[in-house]
């Protein structure tokens, strides 16, 4: 089954303990991204890769890392945790860019104290 | 900057009714545009896509349209079930800002 996998669905972590959160996908897809979804604010985009070792900022990069070693994966790193990071993450893929559909992940739901 | 509004932000109608979901960009520069919906706490599930080349996309009871002039879309759900109640977000890929944008949302209820 074509799909967007993130590890773990929930999270509850301490202020500045590191932390990464998983996303893997089986449809060779070249184009990934995470975004966050806040209430009242909507979902907006952290970081993006447009294909492997090429990485950008999003909208609201501030705090996140991100990296694209392998097609398949886009792990979301989170090098010191602070509690304005609490929310709901998703990462997706796309063929392309523009113009393909894209993929979500079922979210993971991040809560630091 | 690209702002995308969803009227209305929430609609609750009976079992049965047709209803559409409105969808506008404030840069009329819309590539192509995809509708999901989310139910609550969950992920985005693609719903349909319309891509640069088309108009508008069916898939059983909903049909979406795109009308690129004036950067607008709607979502038409036919005879509406209890199982349609989630949160609709619409998404254009704007050449103007090269990336995906999405809408503020419409919460629907449909009520048995």
């Known amino acids: 089954e074509a799909q967007v996998t993130q590890n773990p669905r929930y999270l509850i972590t301490v202020t500045g303990k590191k932390l990464t959160v998983t996303c893997s996908q089986n449809?060779?897809?070249?184009?990934m991204s995470w975004y966050r979804q806040d209430p009242g604010l909507g979902l907006r985009q952290i970081y993006y890769?447009?294909?492997?070792?090429?990485?950008d900022k999003g909208d609201v990069p501030e705090g996140y890392k991100v990296s694209r070693k392998e097609k398949r994966n886009f792990p979301l790193i989170l090098e010191s945790p602070s509690p304005n990071q609490t929310s709901l993450y998703f990462c997706?893929?796309?063929?392309?860019?523009?113009?393909?559909?894209?993929?979500f992940g079922s979210g993971t739901r991040l809560t630091v104290v | 900057k690209q702002e995308v509004t969803q009227i209305p932000a929430a609609l609750s109608v009976p079992e049965g009714e047709n209803l559409v979901l409105n969808c506008s960009f404030t840069?009329?520069?819309?590539?192509?545009l995809q509708w999901f919906r989310q139910d609550p706490g969950k992920g985005l599930t693609s719903l349909l896509l319309i891509q640069s080349s088309q108009r508008e996309q069916t898939s059983g009871r909903l049909n979406a349209s795109l009308d690129k002039s004036s950067g607008r879309s709607t979502l038409y759900i036919a005879a509406s079930q209890p199982g349609d109640s989630a949160t609709y977000l619409c998404?254009?890929?704007?050449?103007?800002?090269?990336?995906?944008?999405f809408g503020t949302g419409t919460l629907l209820a449909v009520q048995p």
């Open positions: 840069d009329s520069a819309i590539y192509n």
């Open positions: 449809m060779n897809h070249e184009y």
């Open positions: 998404a254009g890929y704007g050449g103007a800002t090269n990336k995906l944008i």
């Open positions: 997706a893929s796309s063929l392309r860019r523009q113009n393909y559909g894209y993929t």
């Open positions: 890769s447009m294909n492997v070792e090429v990485t």
